[in-house]
Nanobody, 126 residues
Framework: QVKLVESGGGLVQVGDSLNLNCEVFGRTFNRYRNTVGWFRQAPGKEREFVAAITWERGTTAYADSVKGRFTISRDNAKLTVELQMNSLKPEDTAIYFC?????????????????WGQGTQVTVSS
């Protein structure tokens, strides 16, 4: 079983930056086969894909709404994934979740992600 722990959320102003961190724990995490993704859920809305990265090659994917503003990266030594968020907007306000799964084909949907963190709140105030 893989455990994920998110950190770094908070209250910021429009245009500010914020970095979220996801720590990965567990022997079953496979550096050659696992993908780690970030999803978010705003009040009254469905959970949506934000960004993802394949661990072995570092291939990334982004939702159109965050392209050019968010950057996902991984640290192989620390077994962490960072989501750097710039030029934040009020619509970025949500609970952000880190998730992982093995041999994921559809990176941008949550169906194949099997382990999830508890989430961290991001609030962007105007």
């Amino acid at each position: 079983q893989v455990k994920l722990v998110e950190s770094g959320g908070g209250l910021v102003q429009v245009g500010d930056s914020l970095n979220l961190n996801c720590e990965v724990f567990g022997r079953t995490f496979n550096r050659y086969r696992n993908t780690v993704g970030w999803f978010r859920q705003a009040p009254g809305k469905e959970r949506e894909f934000v960004a993802a990265i394949t661990w072995e090659r570092g291939t990334t994917a982004y939702a159109d709404s965050v392209k050019g503003r968010f950057t996902i990266s991984r640290d192989n030594a620390k077994l962490t994934v960072e989501l750097q968020m710039n030029s934040l907007k009020p619509e970025d306000t949500a609970i952000y979740f880190c998730a992982t799964g093995r041999d994921i084909i559809s990176t941008m949907t949550d169906l194949e992600y099997t382990s999830w963190g508890q989430g961290t709140q991001v609030t962007v105030s105007s």
